[in-house]
């Protein structure tokens, strides 16, 4: 695939996920979700929990899949793509890493919202290295980010995420 070829597909998979988010924001705000798949359901779920955002999950105008300039605007859909994302891992226990470090979390006072969130931090930190090393993504760091995150306090996870990109070795001090 070259390319443009990819850059296309990019855009279409986002003009079909926008359009699921607004289609599903639209039958919970009519009050309907029995017409919902268990599927969809989910995504619902995730989405409601999600309101902040209900002005881009309206919006048609950004339903054309065009990209959110990147370190100017947040992007509530990759937010929410990504939260699925830590939800299916959750679901199935793989990486068992995921559920361990959120129940560890939960064990800290965190609420299970917050704990996916900092999962999340992770996971867009690895996205984002393979994506500008154009390598596949890093499942053993994952994991072991994931690991070192239960031994340190909730506030000092972002602390630990920074350490291990910026290639510094002092993250062992957060133990």
Known sequence: MNESDLKMYEKLQRIIFRKKVHRIWNIMKSSKPDQLTEKDKKLANIIVEH????????NTDILDGSEYEAGKLFNPFFHISTHQIIEDQLAANSPIETALF??????????????????????IHLIHAAATGRQPFDT??????????????????????????????????LH
């Not at 309101?51 to 309206?58: I, K, V």
């Not at 560890?104 to 931090?121: C, L, N, P, T």
């Open 140 to 173: 053993e760091r994952y994991k072991r980010l994931l690991t070192e995150g239960r031994d340190v306090e909730p506030s000092e996870i972002e602390k630990l995420i920074e350490a291990d990109f910026s290639g510094n070795e002092s993250r062992r001090n």
């Open 51 to 58: 309101e902040e955002y209900s002005d881009h999950f309206e």
């Open 102 to 123: 959120v129940e560890e979390m939960q064990d800290k006072g965190v609420s299970r919202h917050e704990a996916i969130h900092y999962v999340i931090m992770i996971l």
